[in-house]
């Protein structure tokens, strides 16, 4: 099995403090699970370049938000926006992943008001924390220490 190294152990019995005790028959395997080596994941891999047509994951979000075949053009730069954070943050393209991902950050944002779209209120988000990660970066540079 990956990931389960088996060690071999023997019981510590000693036969001068207990002379009449019987030793097993058969060593007890010990099954020791080791961590498996964290794989360094490329985000930018994981982010579709194709058409928004041609990526199974735009339509779990688009069905996610519940938008019909007719929305799809109007709304495919924000969702494709949204995907994209999400991957960068999970680290991952599968929907088991993000579409969870999305559901945790939708609920933590205020709700859209009375005539604004879900996932327009979720793409607000997305841009405020990509430029808000970019002045983070642009302000550290500013910083005494900082090479």
């Known amino acids: ?11 510590k019995v000693s036969a001068v403090s207990d ?3 019987a030793l097993p028959s058969e060593p007890i395997v010990e099954a020791v699970e080791s ?6 994941v490329n985000v930018e891999e994981l982010i ?20 019909q075949q ?27 992943a993000i579409l969870p991902a999305l559901r945790k950050l939708e609920q933590g944002l ?4 009375w005539d604004e ?8 988000y997305v841009r405020l924390a990509a430029k808000h990660q970019t002045i983070a970066q642009a302000m550290s540079a500013f910083e005494k220490g900082h090479e």
């Open 70 to 96: 007719e929305d799809y053009a109007a709304a495919k730069n924000k969702l494709s926006d949204i995907v994209d954070y999400l991957i960068r943050k999970e680290k991952s393209n599968t929907p088991d």
């Open 35 to 40: 961590a498996p080596e964290p794989k360094e």
């Open 117 to 124: 779209r879900r996932y327009t209120n979720v793409h607000k």
């Open 110 to 113: 205020q709700p859209p008001s």
């Open 1 to 11: 099995m990956p990931g389960i190294d088996a060690h071999i152990a023997t019981p």
């Open 48 to 67: 579709p370049h194709d058409p928004y047509y041609m990526d199974p994951l735009f339509y779990e979000v688009a069905n996610y938000f519940g938008l």
């Open 19 to 21: 002379p009449g005790a």
